[in-house]
């Protein structure tokens, strides 16, 4: 007789099936980690003497650049440039950071605690940057910026246009990476405000808290998972920024991207681009990790909408 084959089992109920995320994954292999790979084999390499690309010999030259700087009589000293660049991005994505959560907060609970028929079109009016590029909106703001616009007449009109302006200056860069950016923290601020539970606060109010109390004690932990996130989705992307140094900050601003492109662009040195690249990845990666920590040690599921 011949044996009866068991049905195979069917998984669990709504599980899909492996293969239906095999092209999304290849698809994410060819276009994140195959590049990630290469400027990390590119970074270990040696740079040309002539034309454009690597030479396919092994050196650690490219990082060695970054820490050491060697004179012209041979002798070498310690470069703090390229860190300075680094602090730079760092700063100027932790004030964008701060700057947008500052004003992020207020408008998603404003829009969290509007009636429900009104939140679409607020959040769609959130949205509404998203429309158009980038190279645009940043045109657009330098076009604000400048003296001839608005911000610069308005400066005229006061008495101060002459000795102040604000292009071509690190307020500048920091103007645009707040509108770039402030979306990103809005939308997940709004998306744990909308699920947060009002009538703790109104209980605050009715045994005698303050505004500030009821808001440092119970609004901001129950909206805490958002602000993590929307903090993550600016710093990382603020801190990698490219246009907005180069467009409003006039070359006097670099950030760690500027210097990235233009070895890989003008300079044709790829191996110190590289290096460059993984050393920024690096610490994008230790944000990330200090974020999840912290996250995790207070139980907090973090949702970005």
């Keep these: 007789m011949s044996k009866v084959r068991a049905p195979k089992s069917p998984g669990r109920p709504g599980q899909a099936s492996s293969w239906l995320a095999t092209p999304t994954l290849v698809f994410l292999i060819l276009v994140i980690l195959l590049p990630l790979l290469i400027t990390v084999v590119y970074s270990f390499l040696s740079q040309p ?9 092994f050196s650690t030259d490219a990082y060695r650049q970054i820490f050491v700087q060697e004179k012209l009589d041979g002798t070498t000293a310690f470069d703090t440039r390229y860190l300075k660049v680094l602090w730079n991005s760092f700063y100027y994505a932790g004030i964008a950071t701060i700057t947008t959560l500052i004003l992020g907060i207020p408008v998603a609970m404003w829009i969290a605690t509007r009636p429900v028929r009104f939140r679409a079109l607020l959040v769609l009016a959130v949205t509404l940057p ?37 292009l071509y200056t690190p307020w500048a860069t920091i103007i645009g990476l707040t509108y770039t950016f402030i979306p990103f923290m809005i939308l997940p601020i709004y998306a744990s405000a909308e699920r947060f539970d009002f009538r703790y606060a109104e209980a605050g109010y009715d045994l005698g808290a303050k505004r500030w109390t009821v808001l440092r004690r ?83 599921q973090v949702r970005l909408i």
Aim: net charge positive.
């Design 49 to 57: 003497s002539l034309g454009t690309g690597v030479k396919w010999v």
């Design 130 to 166: 998203f429309w158009t590029s980038v190279l645009i909106r940043t045109y657009a703001v330098r076009q604000i910026l400048d003296e001839t616009g608005p911000i610069g007449g308005f400066l005229k009109i006061i008495g101060v246009g002459n000795s102040y302006q604000i």
């Design 218 to 300: 119970i609004v901001i932990p129950g909206i805490r998972p958002g602000i993590i996130a929307g903090i993550a989705l600016v710093f990382i992307p603020g801190l990698g920024s490219f246009l907005q140094p180069d467009m409003l900050g006039g070359g006097k601003t670099n950030m760690i991207a500027n210097v990235i492109a233009n070895n890989f662009g003008q300079a044709r040195n790829w191996p110190f681009g590289s290096a460059l690249s993984v050393f920024l990845l690096i610490f994008t990666v230790l944000f990330v990790l200090m974020v999840t920590t912290g996250v995790r040690s207070r139980g907090d």
